[in-house]
């Protein structure tokens, strides 16, 4: 099936009481969504997966929960307030602003992440390309800077002025120190934070993919330095199948490639770590329902990389509007520990009982992802029709799914039982009693919104004790005794 192109998808997230454009009685605000009732469920419950996943399943992953606004040294420190921006061109005549790497590539298909505002205007000359919205002239390009202001305190000063983050990373360096000691961990291990980010971006676009305010997953994982190389966990992963992609294959013009880690390994085409972190990502997605045939990892250009990675790769996913970004797996080194030892004075280094020496560890991978995105590829991977039912069945899977189970009374005189089944079950599982309509229409309902289990009470119900439990993939019933429907539930939930 052909996916929805992504307004369409914004049009059903909104219909549907997924997302709607922030405060849209005064006409919304470009960049800012709001989650409604179905999609808050969906948001919580894809960041409780990551968690699980990532922090409470490893012994070598523990969390943290940053502020927002913290002190400003952290983004000079960091590199933000110097070098956090991108080229923005601004129209001659209707003053329409526009990224100019994404104008460069959505027309000459050429990434210029990395290039020079010089670079970038000789592109825009030679190529003699106009303002998407009147067609004329661009003036002069300028830079412009990702960080969102704020000041602090009554006294709006220069001394007041902080920054909303545009990443919660560096949180995870600036604690660095007081959560590897209080938590005693051991080299390699990882810190992991779910938090808000806000990016002033020049133009968002489609939908949730590029916001201004948005939600991230990230975990910065630490590995000693002379260990860079060697991924104690990579047997984990080494059956794992992904679609790799190069720098090298990308300048030569070539197509993907898919393969086995193990054998991405032999041939030398990615480290230890990247690979590890790539197929352990991936894992995530596909474990919880996306196809895989929608990712590719891709390694960086060497002018796209940002100032502090030494080599970063992509988990990418094929929207409708091309292969796009979902995950940015870099090697940041020692950069950051040393930028805030360098700004704060404090030494961050940490003892090394092999070697008895102090130490600064590396990060050698980021897998750093944004909670929208995520929510992106699940709807897409998720949304089918049925020309059949001749309704939108979202496919997602039960662990996601914001609504667990529909309760229905096949007619209204079976309303007090049902009642009974709901109040059984609604504690446990995120369940909804619908008494409207037909039973064809409740299924239909249940089915565009991606409930999994629809239970029918029906007059067999008040002698046998049973209900009839219906599966919203292939519509399949099966018969089950009221005494076990939470236990049978639980485990259509976690294995459907
Ligand atoms: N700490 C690393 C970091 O911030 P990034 O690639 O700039 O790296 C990480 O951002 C992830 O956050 C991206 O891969 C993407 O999933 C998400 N992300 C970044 N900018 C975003 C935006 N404007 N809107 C929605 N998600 C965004």
């Not at 000359?125 to 067609?135: E, F, G, I, R």
């Not at 590829?377 to 662990?399: C, E, I, W």
């Amino acid at each position: 099936m052909e996916k929805l192109s992504i307004e369409a998808m914004a049009t059903f997230c909104k219909k549907k009481g997924f997302v709607y454009p922030s405060a849209e009685i005064y006409g919304g605000l470009a960049g800012f969504w709001d989650f409604g009732h179905l999609g808050v469920e969906l948001k919580n419950n894809i960041k409780n997966e990551w968690w699980n996943y990532h922090v409470k399943q490893r012994e070598d992953i523990m969390g943290i929960d940053g502020s927002i606004i913290t002190h400003p040294k952290v983004w000079e420190a960091s590199g933000h307030v110097e070098n956090f921006e991108d080229v923005m061109l601004t129209c001659s005549k209707c003053n329409e602003k526009t990224r100019a790497d994404h104008l460069i590539e959505e027309k000459l298909k050429t990434n210029v992440e990395g290039r020079s505002v010089d670079e970038i205007n000789k592109i825009i000359k030679k190529n003699n390309l106009k303002c998407p919205k009147c067609n004329s002239d661009f003036k002069e390009l300028k830079k412009f800077s990702l960080m969102l202001k704020t000041s602090i305190g009554p006294l709006e000063d220069k001394s007041s002025i902080s920054y909303l983050r545009p990443e919660t990373a560096q949180l995870i360096f600036a604690n660095f120190k007081l959560v590897s000691d209080n938590a005693r961990l051991k080299l390699p291990f990882g810190i992991a934070q779910i938090g808000k980010g806000f990016r002033n971006e020049i133009s968002p676009r489609d939908f949730l993919f590029r916001c201004r305010e948005f939600e991230m997953m990230e975990i910065e994982y630490f590995v000693h330095p002379d260990k860079a190389e060697k991924c104690p966990s990579i047997k984990e992963v080494e059956n794992e199948e992904l679609n790799f992609l190069t720098s090298e294959m990308q300048q030569k013009k070539q197509e993907p490639k898919e393969m086995k880690v193990k054998d991405a390994l032999k041939k030398k085409l990615v480290s230890e770590w990247h690979a590890y972190w790539l197929a352990t990502e991936q894992k995530w997605f596909t474990d919880l329902g996306a196809k895989p045939e929608n990712f590719r990892v891709r390694q960086h250009l060497k002018e796209e990389k940002s100032h502090y990675a030494t080599d970063t790769w992509d988990l990418e996913y094929n929207f409708p509007f091309g292969w796009k970004e979902l995950q940015g797996i870099a090697n940041r080194t020692d950069f950051d520990l040393k930028q805030h030892m360098k700004f704060s004075g404090n030494d961050l280094s940490i003892f090394d009982e092999e070697t008895k020496k102090k130490i600064i560890p590396y990060v050698i991978a980021e897998p750093s992802q944004g909670v929208e995105r995520a929510f992106l590829v699940f709807m897409f991977d998720s949304y089918t029709y049925d020309k059949k039912r001749g309704n939108a069945v979202l496919k997602l899977h039960p662990k996601l799914a914001p609504v667990k189970v529909g309760i229905f009374p096949l007619v209204n005189k079976l309303d007090n039982e049902a009642k009974k089944v709901y109040d059984l079950l609604k504690s446990d599982f995120n369940s909804i009693f619908d008494k409207s309509g037909s039973i064809g229409r409740r299924y239909a309902r249940a089915d565009e919104i991606g409930i999994p289990y629809c239970i029918t009470i029906d007059f067999d119900s008040l002698k046998d004790k049973k209900v009839t439990v219906r599966n919203r993939n292939d519509t399949k019933q099966i018969r089950v005794k009221i005494n076990d429907l939470k236990e049978t539930m639980g485990k259509l939930i976690d294995n459907p």
